[in-house]
Nanobody, 116 residues
Framework: QVQLVESGGGLVQPGGSLRLSCAASGITFSRYTMSWYRQAPGKERELVAR????????YYGDSVQGRCTISRDNAKNTVFLEMNNLKPEDTAVYYC?????????WGQGTQVTVSS
């Protein structure tokens, strides 16, 4: 059974930092391209960052470019999202996603709230 479990969300002040983690089980993690998405109330889910299987290539959405770093540890079946200089508009539920061939899996999400 595939499981992606996010952690690390919470309340942070503007300008602060957070590190999100997503632990995977039930999959051959190293085969999966991993991504972070987010969804704010009343908005569509958007891609935040993506990392290829070996970590050799990454992609970032325009809204987080320069403020986020995605990384992965294939030995620990975990993908990370480091977020810096957080802004109120970063407030959203952040979801972990993994896909490989026809397999597409989502975590349950972790809430990030940026507020003073």
């Amino acid at each position: 059974q595939v499981q992606l479990v996010e952690s690390g969300g919470g309340l942070v002040q503007p300008g602060g930092s957070l590190r999100l983690s997503c632990a995977a089980s039930g999959i051959t993690f190293s085969r999966y391209t991993m991504s972070w998405y987010r969804q704010a109330p009343g908005k569509e889910r958007e891609l935040v960052a993506r990392i290829t299987t070996t970590g050799g290539s990454t992609y970032y959405g325009d809204s987080v470019q320069g403020r986020c770093t995605i990384s992965r540890d294939n030995a620990k079946n975990t993908v990370f999202l480091e977020m810096n200089n957080l802004k109120p508009e970063d407030t959203a539920v952040y979801y972990c996603n993994g896909f490989w061939a026809l397999h597409n899996s989502w975590g349950q999400g972790t809430q990030v709230t940026v507020s003073s």
